[in-house]
């Protein structure tokens, strides 16, 4: 039976992909600062909203106002989205910073069952969590970091909505993530980078470096941001291509 496919927002991508995201699964999207992370997952939502799904944004770095703003800056009108009941935007920042306080260990099914009273609230199919380093303990072995990603990501796996979650890497490296384990539990992995190509030109990359349950082409596409669209995929490259 084929998967049912669930578009980005992103035309050529879907082409890339065979239709979409498969639904119900959870995909990391990786990238240096400033290569558009938030605006991949803000696309993701908006194409929720032009097809009737709802959506929940998870943000633990910004404010709710920021993330609207960033919304307008690209023509996403995300304030009428949050009065119609289509989005519900989550300051999770003090939600961790009180988990905290109150106990050693972050209880990771009890963070993904609230997220699921928050998605059933609106029926929302999306969900982004911008960035997912905050869910991870910091302060433990490696071996109880891998349990822990693995529970993070078999507790998103019962929710009844496909995901993005982002992860921001340090500038200049090839890590897929920030502890190196989230890319084995997640159905896929896209990459986002700025490269210098030929004659000194920087362009900013867009890379699926991972897709299960679907046969891709393994070759880096330049794209843009464009006003009222978000993150527009140009063309692929090839030799011109330094990494």
């Given at each position: 039976?084929?998967?049912?496919r669930?578009?980005t927002?992103m035309d ?5 992909l ?5 639904q119900?699964k ?12 938030t605006i991949?997952?803000?696309?993701f939502?908006?194409k929720g909203?032009?097809l009737?799904?709802?959506g929940?944004y998870v943000s633990v770095d910004?404010k709710?106002s920021?993330?609207i703003?960033?919304?307008?800056s690209f023509g996403f009108?995300f304030?009428?989205r949050?009065e119609?009941n289509?989005l519900?935007i ?7 910073d009180q988990l905290?306080?109150?106990?050693k260990?972050?209880d990771?099914r009890k963070?993904?069952?609230?997220l ?7 029926n929302?199919?999306?969900?982004v ?8 303990v910091?302060?433990?072995t490696?071996?109880e970091i891998?349990?822990?990603i693995r529970?993070?990501?078999y507790?998103l796996?019962t929710l009844?909505?496909?995901s993005?979650l982002?992860?921001a890497i340090?500038?200049?490296t090839?890590q897929l993530s ?16 700025i490269r210098?190509l030929e004659?000194m ?7 699926v470096?991972?897709?299960r349950?679907?046969?891709y082409?393994l ?7 464009e006003y ?7 063309r ?8």
């Open positions: 039976m084929t998967a049912k669930v578009p927002g050529m991508l879907d082409g890339i065979g239709g979409g995201f498969r119900g959870n995909y990391l999207l990786s990238g240096e600062t400033g290569t558009g992370k991949f997952g803000l696309q939502l908006v909203f032009e009737g799904e709802g929940v910004e709710p920021d993330v703003e960033d919304a307008n009108d304030e009428e949050i119609q289509n519900l989550l300051d999770y920042s003090s939600h961790f905290r306080e109150n106990s260990e972050i990771v963070i993904v069952g609230d699921n009273k928050y998605l059933k609230e609106i929302a199919k999306r969900l969590i911008d960035p997912i380093a905050p869910f991870i910091k302060d433990e490696i071996w891998r349990r822990y529970a993070l990501f507790s796996d009844d909505c496909t993005v982002t992860s340090p500038t200049g090839n920030q502890y190196g384990i989230e890319e084995f539990y997640a159905s896929g992995v896209i990459v986002l980078s210098q004659r030109q920087y362009r900013r990359i867009i890379f470096r991972k897709m349950g679907t046969p082409e070759e880096p596409y330049a794209f843009d941001f009222g669209k978000g993150i527009v995929i140009q692929k490259l090839s030799e011109e291509y330094v990494f």
